[in-house]
Structures are given as structure tokens and as C-alpha cells.
């Protein structure tokens, strides 16, 4: 049992849990919680740690899990988690990659359908963004350089799991990749208040993204003059807008809708 803080192992983890640039370099990301854990693939589980008093609370561990599992003190463990009330349980996975060309021919037979984000930056809304879109049936992300990390602790967190099987891909030139995938026959639709049709009123059963902005400021303008669509969400009262997950989900919903009729 690691009992000490000081431990390189713990040392390491503390590092990952705070530095994208050491995640990125081992093209890895830290999840914790049992539902987290035992959704994991288990190809790409790296390494495993529990608190001592962990099987206690949760005796119906996987055994794959409770073999890769190494233990640490209660101590050690709540000081090397990211979460105020530790379950106990803390993994490092194994990063997928997937390409551009991946995303662009869609996936299962599906005409793709793809959420592009733009200096999105909180991130709560990016990983409900992820976990909205796999219950939406999206294809696949795509993200500006701009955006939150996608792989830090509370943007895993707030994914609920769909990290694992999302497919996404982080992109350095946005205006280039919008106009790469209308040369795919991809319909591009920015989310826009001016000058804008309503949502609904759109065909979304042909080939698909939504460009989606900044909580605050929306997209730039020289990425929303590339898209071929402006589209809004209508508002009653005094609401200016729509928290951005909230926006995307009901963007999301309504390709699921139009396709599944």
C-alpha cells in the first residue's frame, strides 16, 4: 500500500490531474468514480488506484479491475483526487485517436452529423455538449485549438462516460475546417442571432454540423461568414440566449427528430 504523499507514483498523478501538457504527452486522461471506472474498455485502463477502505463500500468490483487495482491510503488517496468527496477509486486511460476523415464520412451508414465548437470554454458545458451528443446520435466533435481542454478532470467528469466513445478531433484552423466540410457535401449551420432562420425550419436528414461559439460572445464573425446557414433558437421574455449546452442540445434533438421520422 502507498502511504505516502510524497511517492513519485503520486507525485505523477497529482501532475496529470493539473497539467495538460503532461496528459497530452502520455495520451492519457484520469477518470475516477466506480460507474466511470467500470464503463472504461479495458484495453485502455493503464493504471488503477484504490483507497484502503474502497472494496469495503464497493465488494462487487469487476475482477479485471481489482487486477490491475493498486492501493493506496485513505490519506493519499484524497489527496491525489480532484474531487471534494473521493469514491476511492481513480484510473489513468488510454486516449483514442480519430481523424478528420473518420469524421467526415459519418459512421454506421449514417449521413454525419457533427458538432464543431469554437472557443467554447466551460467545462461543464463541453463535456454535457459530449454527453448529449452521444444520446443525439452525433458522429462526431470537432474542436477549435481555442476550446476548454477536453481532457481535464471536470470536463471527463461532466461527460458521464461518453468520453470513451465519442469520437472527436481538435482542429489548430476553423475557417479552414468549415470550408473542408462543406467540400464534403456537409450542410453547416451557425448558431447566430442576426440575420437568422429558426432552427426547425431546416432539413437536417442530409449531412449535417452545427458551428457553435463562446458562452458569452458566440462565434466570431469570420467563422460564422463561412458557414452556409445562420440559425436561432426562439426567445420569449427578456432571455437574451441559452446556456450554450442547453442550445446544442436542442439543436441535437432536433436532427435526431427529423431523422428518426
Same mark, same amino acid.
Not at 467500470?38 to 484502503?52: D, G, N, Q, T
Given at each position: ?7 513519485q ?9 493539473k497539467k ?5 504527452e ?12 467500470k464503463?472504461?474498455p479495458?484495453?485502455?485502463i493503464?493504471?488503477?488506484y ?10 462487487d468490483?469487476?475482477?479485471h ?8 491510503s485513505?490519506?493519499? #488517496?484524497?489527496h491525489?483526487?480532484d474531487?471534494?468527496?473521493?469514491? @476511492?477509486? !481513480? &484510473?489513468? %486511460?488510454? /486516449? ?7 469524421l ?7 449521413a454525419? #452529423? ?6 467554447l470554454?466551460?467545462? @461543464?458545458? !463541453? &463535456?454535457? %455538449?459530449f /454527453?448529449t451528443?452521444?444520446g443525439?446520435?452525433?458522429t ?19 461527460t ?6 465519442? /469520437? ?8 479552414e ?7 464534403h457535401?456537409?450542410?453547416?449551420y451557425a448558431?447566430h442571432l ?5 432552427y426547425?425550419?431546416?432539413d ?8 457553435i ?10 467563422i ?6 445562420k440559425?436561432?433558437?426562439?426567445m420569449?421574455?427578456q432571455?437574451?440566449?441559452?446556456n450554450?449546452?442547453?442550445a446544442?442540445?436542442?439543436l441535437?434533438?432536433e ?7
Amino acid at each position: 500500500m502507498i502511504t505516502s504523499t510524497a511517492n513519485q507514483k503520486i507525485k505523477r498523478i497529482l501532475k496529470l490531474q493539473k497539467k495538460a501538457k503532461a496528459r497530452n504527452e502520455e495520451g492519457i486522461f484520469i477518470v475516477e468514480g466506480i460507474r466511470m471506472m467500470k464503463e472504461a474498455p479495458e484495453s485502455r485502463i493503464k493504471e488503477l488506484y484504490i483507497s484502503e477502505t474502497f472494496l469495503q463500500k464497493y465488494p462487487d468490483l469487476p475482477e479485471h479491475l481489482k487486477k490491475k487495482a493498486e492501493m493506496v491510503s485513505d490519506t493519499v #488517496f484524497a489527496h491525489m483526487s480532484d474531487t471534494k468527496t473521493p469514491q @476511492g477509486i !481513480l &484510473g489513468v %486511460i488510454r /486516449r483514442m485517436s480519430w481523424t478528420m476523415d473518420e469524421l467526415l464520412h459519418g459512421e454506421d451508414g449514417r449521413a454525419p #452529423f457533427l458538432m464543431v465548437l469554437d472557443h467554447l470554454q466551460d467545462p @461543464g458545458n !463541453l &463535456g454535457t %455538449i459530449f /454527453r448529449t451528443a452521444e444520446g443525439a446520435g452525433v458522429t462526431g466533435v470537432i474542436l477549435g485549438s481555442n476550446c476548454a481542454d477536453l481532457y481535464q478532470p471536470k470536463v471527463i467528469r461532466s461527460t458521464m462516460g461518453s468520453i470513451y466513445r465519442m /469520437r472527436a478531433v481538435c482542429v489548430d484552423d476553423m475557417k479552414e475546417t468549415v470550408r473542408l466540410l462543406k467540400q464534403h457535401g456537409i450542410h453547416t449551420y451557425a448558431a447566430h442571432l442576426d440575420d437568422s432562420r429558426f432552427y426547425d425550419e431546416e432539413d437536417y436528414t442530409k449531412p449535417t454540423a452545427f458551428l457553435i461559439g463562446n458562452e458569452g460572445n458566440g462565434l466570431p464573425e469570420e467563422i460564422c461568414a463561412e458557414a452556409e446557414h445562420k440559425i436561432k433558437i426562439p426567445m420569449h421574455g427578456q432571455v437574451e440566449s441559452l446556456n450554450a449546452a442547453m442550445a446544442a442540445g436542442i439543436l441535437m434533438y432536433e436532427v435526431c427528430r427529423q431523422r428518426r421520422k
